[in-house]
């Protein structure tokens, strides 16, 4: 209710001092709070001849199970099951680049790193670890721009999802005498699958206020090798962000997403084993709150470099059937862009 207040107070102040100053009445990303917190992707355009280059570092931990909306215990997972997962971290490395062709189009391309590292436990109470890494899916996108105008914008978000990552990922395990063996979905690095990434973002600004509001999908196309497609994605994000002097904001981000269960499974994984080769303990619905920082140098040979950091923690999830529940993601991120 208060940011609703805020924002109409936001947008009643665009108003008005839209119809003061026409030849400055765009909204405007080279301000700290002009880039969406540091976790939201293809949140803005570029300039036509404009280039910008990301890096990110993401850790998304995940600890103790939950079965829908209530906590469970490790010995609720090895009901059914084997074996149950006690943790699992993942860490990524994004690299991005976006370059303008005009001012309406934006290209951006993302490809990522990734670590997964989880630990598990067996009926008879042995521990072990699994761990992954490498390459993940490599995405193209167009960004669309709509409007821009009266400091309000809105580009659309057409691209791909190209299945540059493995689903081939194998470990030894205590009871594998030895066999390296397929591991489950979430230790995958790809998706195995061509996707579409489609996404709607809205932007508005007011002189001491930023906020957005963007709906993404990644939906997976085709079958992957092994017959089986991971849960399409939908989220909705909104963020509101406060400017803290020429080089720092502060930002408040409130997130809802929707992962639908993997459809299909690999005849690799039997699904008695570990409750995460079974495809019905996968997807959910999530509720994320963040808080974010970005700084930006706006003078000297640094000029529009930015830093970022943004935390981000459930306030809500509700997960199919029995799964490790979603603890943090930590993100952090340097962007530079230039003509
Ligand atoms: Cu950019």
Not at 292 to 305: D, E, F, P, T
Request: aromatic share 8%; proline share 3%; glycine share 8%.
């Amino acid at each position: 209710m208060k940011n609703l207040l805020i924002a109409i107070l936001c947008v009643a102040t665009t108003i008005a001092f839209a119809q003061e100053k026409e030849e400055n009445n765009k909204w405007t990303s080279s301000r700290p709070d002009g880039h969406a917190p540091i976790s939201v992707m293809a949140d803005h355009t570029h300039h036509k001849g404009e280039f910008m280059f990301s890096y990110r570092y993401m850790t998304m931990d995940m600890r103790q199970l939950r079965q829908g909306t209530n906590d469970a215990s490790t010995a609720d997972g090895h009901t059914n099951y084997m074996v149950a997962p006690l943790d699992m971290v993942m860490n990524m490395h994004m690299l991005g680049v976006m370059y303008a062709p005009s001012d309406k189009i934006t290209i951006m391309a993302m490809a990522n790193y990734l670590e997964n590292d989880m630990n598990l436990q067996m009926r008879n109470g042995n521990l072990f670890s699994t761990n992954t890494s490498g390459l993940g899916d490599v995405s193209v996108s167009a960004l669309y721009s709509i409007f821009n105008k009266n400091r309000h914008a809105m580009h659309a978000q057409v691209g791909v999802n190209i299945p540059t990552g493995s689903i081939e990922e194998k470990n030894i395990l205590p009871v594998s005498m030895g066999n390296a063996v397929q591991l489950p979905y979430p230790m995958q690095t790809g998706t195995g699958s061509f996707g579409a990434n489609l996404g709607l973002t809205y932007l508005g600004q007011c002189d001491k206020f930023s906020w957005g509001h963007q709906l993404s999908g990644m939906i997976n196309i085709n079958d992957n090798d092994q017959d089986y497609k991971f849960g399409n994605r939908y989220k909705l994000n909104n963020w509101i962000a406060a400017k803290a002097g020429e080089n720092l904001s502060v930002s408040l981000r409130l997130e809802g997403v929707l992962v639908d269960e993997i459809d299909g499974s690999s005849e690799l994984l039997n699904p008695m084993m570990v409750t995460t080769a079974d495809t019905v303990n996968s997807g959910g619905t999530f509720i994320n709150s963040g808080f974010g920082l970005n700084y930006m140098i706006v003078n000297g040979s640094l000029k529009g470099l930015r830093f970022a950091t943004e935390i981000s923690t459930p306030l809500y999830q509700d997960l199919n059937g029995i799964q490790l529940k979603q603890n943090y993601n930590l993100t952090f991120g340097l962007q530079y862009a230039f003509h």
